[in-house]
């Protein structure tokens, strides 16, 4: 019995790409299961990814009650909105009411969403694999993808908690992660600093964690060395997802004060 037991895996066993029995096996075991990942000869991060991204969608489908009811209500007019033409003030109107409409509830906030799995997860990959490999690693890039895939699934218990609250509040998330520390009409850096603590949370600090586990595992170099350049790679990617949501607060900001300049 101890014999069949130490047996390598078969080929046909590394070559699997559905690994949904990793799933609770990476939150109860995270070093064994990264540990098994990195057997894997084969892209297996199609697991996670499909699980984070019918999380993601599932989020969208939860907020779009409560992004519907506040498009319908409008709380605060825009500066010297009474000296605006009838004709101009009826076209704000409409614009709110636009705001209802399944295209920006849905299907814009869902493209949003699923952009907010895959690209993170494409550029983290794309940085760690390059930091790591002018580390001295010589992993190959399949093995990166995976272990990135894997690690980010705390986010995918992100999105299922915040989408549970949504559907039983009906309130908006308004200051998701860290951000509420900052203040809502902060400008410049402070506004772009409140962007990047809006990924920080506890589901952020554990993905982060996996991957101080994981990427050792996978370097093949110095241990500390590789927790150095994991963190830099986090780092950056944090930087880069930061900025959308920047962009967007500020013309928020411009629209709210005069949204009709063209």
């Known amino acids: 019995m101890s ?10 066993a590394t070559r699997r790409r559905w690994r ?7 939150f109860l075991r995270p070093r064994r ?10 892209a297996t991060w199609i697991t996670p990814m499909v699980v984070l991204t019918l999380l993601a969608l599932f989020l969208t489908l939860a ?3 409560a992004r519907q009811q506040q498009a319908q209500v409008v709380s605060e007019l825009p500066p010297d909105f009474q000296y605006w033409p009838q004709e101009q003030q009826q076209q704000y109107f409409q614009a709110q009411q636009q705001r209802a409409n399944p295209l920006f509830v849905i299907v814009f906030p869902g493209l949003a969403n699923l952009a907010g799995v895959w690209l993170p997860w494409l550029i983290l990959s794309s940085l760690l694999h390059l930091a790591l490999t002018l580390g001295g690693s010589r992993g190959n890039g399949i093995t990166t993808f995976n272990l990135v895939a894997w690690c980010s699934l705390p986010l995918a218990l992100r999105f299922l908690v915040q989408g549970i609250a949504l559907l039983i509040t009906r309130q908006p998330i308004n200051a998701p992660g860290l951000s509420g520390f900052l203040p809502a009409d902060a400008t410049g850096l402070v506004l772009y600093g ?9 589901y952020w600090l554990w993905m982060v964690g996996l991957l101080l586990i994981g990427t050792p ?17 986090v780092i950056l990617t944090l930087g880069l997802q930061a900025l959308p949501g920047y962009f967007s607060a500020r013309l928020s900001n411009l629209f709210v004060t005069r949204p ?3």
């Open 194 to 202: 409140r962007a990047l603590l809006a990924q920080v949370d506890l």
């Open 33 to 42: 299961t990264l540990q098994n990942l990195r057997e894997q000869e084969n």
């Open 217 to 233: 595992l996978f370097a093949g170099i110095q241990r500390s060395k590789a927790r150095l350049l994991t963190l830099l790679a």
């Open 63 to 65: 907020s779009a009650p």
């Open 20 to 26: 949904f029995e990793w799933i609770p096996a990476l």
């Open 3 to 12: 014999e069949i037991e130490t047996l390598p895996p078969s080929p046909e």
């Open 260 to 262: 009709f300049f063209f």
